[in-house]
């Protein structure tokens, strides 16, 4: 078993930047990929950013230049840094880990950026 703890959500203005940390915790597991989701009022979940064992990434179009995603494997610690927030990044943010073969889900954060 694997837990997700999200944290960093909050309030900012437009042009503000927030940074969201997810912290997995459990026993011996191996992390294959993780990723950040994010889903806002009556509207479906989708992938913000992933980021391979091998440090690999990828981003939605619409963030790419804005966000960063980066992992600290030493301590199975992943972050989204976001620039330039718009208020069309208002969502939960959730964090994912693909622990082969399963999907493990953080409770989400919140983010609202007000204009």
């Known amino acids: 078993q694997v837990q997700l703890v999200e944290s960093g959500g909050g309030l900012v203005q437009a042009g503000g930047s927030l940074r969201l940390s997810c912290a997995a915790t459990?026993?011996?597991?191996?992390?294959?990929?993780m990723g950040w989701y994010r889903q806002a009022p009556g509207k479906q979940r989708e992938l913000v950013a992933t980021i391979t064992s091998g440090g690999r990434t990828t981003y939605k179009e619409s963030v790419k230049g804005r966000f960063t995603i980066s992992r600290d494997s030493a301590t199975n610690t992943m972050y989204l840094q976001m620039n330039s927030l718009k208020p069309e990044d208002t969502s939960i943010y959730f964090c994912?880990?693909?622990?082969?073969?399963?999907?493990?889900w953080g409770q989400g954060t919140q983010v609202t950026v007000s204009s």
């Open positions: 994912m880990a693909l622990v082969a073969p399963h999907n493990y």
């Open positions: 459990g026993s011996r597991f191996t992390i294959n990929l």
